[in-house]
């Protein structure tokens, strides 16, 4: 088990211009800059243990995620990580419930996503003192101890903590060839959102589909939602390339009204989409179920996830049947020990519907690909076991990280290096820091600020 | 119309030290500090006009949401006041949907409480120079302009724009009876919550409530959830003084499960509660929805809303019949344009059941009561203009603010002051700025911080 006392916790406000080139722009987010609240721990340990967690952002508002981490700061220090990780739940609890602060969330929004960091933070070195990367961990772990991780509050109605050592139990056969012939062999498909961000013009959309293909990828998504015109132009644009046999998907980003959702995406049913995604606010599970009911018959599922807030969420849209597709996000939930419930979730009640709620989770941004890869391979070997799904793909930012993600005729290769993925170079976190990294220094001298 | 350029924005952690006796203690919130983000917006209008915005915290965290207003300062700054009112829809609309902050929320957690002070901060100003309270600015305001200041995105497959005009087309009947004969006559009647805080002891307990009963109370309300025997005596205690005749609510500030809800309840039954409040996560509307049901043969209903973070919420717990009383809260949502939806959209469904949804808003904290007490009026008069209604009261920290609330006969009485009764007394606010207020100083210094 993990040891090393936490001595010392910073966080970073970590960002980068990709505003600057349209990169990472849908119809509700229109100039993101891809940012990260970066947290670092110190320990005590003799072998100068450091636990790195990430939470992604979009630019303005890092610095607010960065004061809740502080927040958080008299949660971890002074702990021994072996404490922490050996009642994880506890520490889950008391990260998410503090009495005083669980009032500005609560397991939401600006304390959630800092809560991920801490918590990925405790994550990395644990994983890292055990020599595994954390996929390895997670899979090598007696149910027992994996699900004594999971905060059940709230979700006992439809998960308790026997059902789901249960799930795990029953998932080992056929584990070993999972690693071995599947996961180690081929890796994990994926799907690229590369191509077709809403401020790409149609030249860079058109040459970056081309490159894409010659990089073996067959499943392509684009964003939609602003103007109808310019999503049937586009559509039809990337249909031609691809091609009727490869797979598209559509992403709004919460453009839409319910009514205007269905009858937006049933003017684009011509292209046969796999899935809409996020077409209205991530918060209306009955909205979505309305949604899906309608665009069932024409063949279109809803995907959704990236936004939803907690588990309370995700236990709400399995249970109203308002998705199709399950998009996890590492940093949006509560961390491993909250995606955990929502993957075990997500199993429990695949047999309610023919689909069998596929989790495909949301990456892209800064980390999340490195982070997200470990959560899926251990949701494919140790709980699904089903090929039904597939990771998105962003193909910026990973020179940042340490071990960035290693990706293979258009699938995830399984993280060889022990931890979680985790940690930036400390060079990129020292030039793009807000405001007075080197690279920001430039740019906001040049705009005159 | 009101006008004046904002030429600065401060805000301000203001903080109570109510943790000390036990006040405003539940199941969840052991030991919290009644606090707030207070905004001022200064001005260039020649009156010197100010606008005051509160949101209301527990301590710790209050200087992550001075964080998140700083951060929505940009959208405020040098805009004039007349322009913002003018078009109050379109501003709502910026300060929630930033293109980078919204990432952080959306429309959720700290960004939404930091929006609702900003938002109040700008209502307060126009009902000041119009010389009016709150209520009565809207109580006036014709229909169409009032519900332009509403954003209806996300809601629209319940409640259109047209809709809502007709709604308050049609409440115009019996206005000015409804104004005249009973609010200024005999005012809103009122619930205490200041008796029985989980932290009060018996002999506390059966004094507070002692005197409330002397002071015409006829309504009380029992934190529960934290264990069943304290809850049981102290209900049975309660019950006792108060009689059968008198009302009793109980509120377990989100402590149960679903299944542990309905259990629980169940044995609290026989001390006839008119309503359960908060018996699960405020995000789970299908969980809130099979706890109404299970009780409803027990003639107990559920109550919900404090910690509901948006009209989406709303929406659905609306749309499930998840509950029967609805529980708004002024800094919570989106100021007054996002409450006023709630209370329309509750209007709205009334027909759908024989209990007709009452509004019965969430007060106390720091501010609720000056500021709730404005909607509730407006919807007693201009929309529900149904009398099964009541509010919440706390009796303290009122004496901290400019205009605070007048209680008569255990009812609000309409306030007369123009405004929204937002501002605090600037020696109140000098001496309680968290850490190097005075009080805070000598606190701190007496921990040895």
Redesign the interface.
Known sequence: MVHGRVSRLSVHDVRFPTSLGGHGSDA??????YSAAYVVLETDAEDGLKGYGITF?????T???V??VN?LAPHVLNKDLGDIVGDFRGFYRQLT?????????????????AAAAVLSAAWAPWAKQEGKPLWKLLVDMDPQTLVSCID??????VLTEEEACEILRQSQVGKKERVEEQMLAHGYPAYTMSCAWLGHPDATLKQLCSEALKDSWTRFKVKVGANLQDDIRRCQLIKNMIGPEKTLMMDAN?RW????AVEWVTKLAEFKPLWTEEP??P?????HA?VSKALAPLGIGVAIGE?C??R??F??LL??KALKFLQIDSCRLGSVNENLSVLLMAKKFEIRVPWGFPVCPHLGGVGLCELVQHLIMFDFISVSASQDRMCEYVDHLHEHFKHPVLIREASYMPPKDAGYSTEMKEDSVKRHRYPDGEVWKKLLTAQGN
């Not at 952002?57 to 508002?61: I, Q, S, V």
């Not at 419930?97 to 996503?113: C, N, T, Y």
């Not at 059940?152 to 109605?157: A, Q």
Request: net charge negative.
């Open positions: 509700m987010h229109t100039d993101p800059d952002t979009l630019g303005r508002g610095e607010v995620v004061c809740a927040a419930s503090d009495g005083q602060l669980r009032w500005i969330g609560a397991e939401k929004g600006v304390v959630h996503l059940f509050r709230y979700i006992t109605d919460q009204d319910v009514p205007e209205t606010s918060d209306d599970i009955l909205g309305a936004q807030h907690n309370v969420i236990k709400q249970e109203a």
